[in-house]
């Protein structure tokens, strides 16, 4: 099935869509904050400018959507009626570049931590989870 939108409806619609500063984002950064921990955000220079980087602990933070990175999750296990081989192609390139940027952060000594979308319902052990990545052995 073809896509429902002209080339250039469809390039503005994908304009749209944040990459930086989403909401999941920002949920995330503001548990981190209020954790006491401090960290950049968005660094070019390491493997797939991570969302947010505590440096001084050496952890690479990815704040994925679990429908753009293809989550185990019912919302990522979804697959849009329109254009369908367009958008499984999509996220399986999604899902191949986030395998190779976590293996060439691991090998550059970072520690990559992906937070998904859906885990942002249970907000105390999203915040555990934070908690054992950022202080591993404390618990």
Not at 3 to 32: I, Y
Not at 34 to 55: E, F, N, Q
Not at 91 to 106: G, I, P, S
Request: aromatic fraction near 8%.
């Amino acid at each position: 099935m073809t896509d429902v939108f002209s080339p250039e409806k469809r390039s503005d619609v994908m304009r749209q869509v944040k990459a930086k500063g989403t909401s999941p984002e920002l949920k995330v950064r503001g548990l981190l904050w209020g954790m006491g921990l401090r960290y950049r955000l968005h660094r070019k220079d390491l493997p797939g400018a991570p969302d947010i980087v505590l440096p001084g602990r050496r952890l690479a933070v990815f704040v994925h959507g679990c429908f753009w990175h293809g989550h185990d999750c019912t919302r990522g296990a979804r697959v849009p009626k329109q254009n369908r081989p367009y958008w499984t192609a999509k996220v399986e390139r999604n899902r191949q570049r986030d395998t190779r940027v976590q293996a060439e952060l691991a090998a550059r000594g970072w520690t990559p931590l992906v937070v998904w979308e859906c885990e942002l319902k249970d907000a105390g052990a999203l915040k555990a989870r934070l908690d054992d990545a950022v202080r591993p052995g404390r618990n």
